[in-house]
Nanobody
Framework: QVRLAESGGGSVQAGDSLLLSCTVS????????MAWFRQDPGKEREFVAA????????NYADSVKGRFTMFRDNAKSTLYLQMNSLLPEDTAVYYC??????????????WGQGTQVTVSS
């Protein structure tokens, strides 16, 4: 079974940058459509970004568009989220999720444990 593990979170100041990583094991990263979500305690889980297994299509939440970039390195079996110009509102636990690319509709069946991002003003 595929396993996902996020890393790269931390505490930063507003305007700083962070690079989050999601390492995929058990199966090839190329077998999955991938996404990033985030959740602050007491709030609903929020969509951040998503791509397809071939990276022909990418979607970003309006709140992060122009600041965050999602990309993958299949050779390293790692999905990335480059976060620039961070804001206090970006504070949350960030999760990566995987959907088998053979599914006719996206269904994120696999999730990582999350990595904490804290942005101070």
């Amino acid at each position: 079974q595929v396993r996902l593990a996020e890393s790269g979170g931390g505490s930063v100041q507003a305007g700083d940058s962070l690079l989050l990583s999601c390492t995929v094991s058990g199966r090839s990263l190329s077998a999955y459509n991938m996404a990033w979500f985030r959740q602050d305690p007491g709030k609903e889980r929020e969509f951040v970004a998503a791509d397809t297994w071939s990276e022909v299509s990418k979607n970003y939440a309006d709140s992060v568009k122009g600041r965050f970039t999602m990309f993958r390195d299949n050779a390293k079996s790692t999905l990335y989220l480059q976060m620039n110009s961070l804001l206090p509102e970006d504070t949350a636990v960030y999760y990566c999720a995987a959907s088998d690319h053979y599914l006719s509709r996206v269904r994120y069946d696999f999730w990582g444990q999350g990595t904490q991002v804290t942005v101070s003003s």
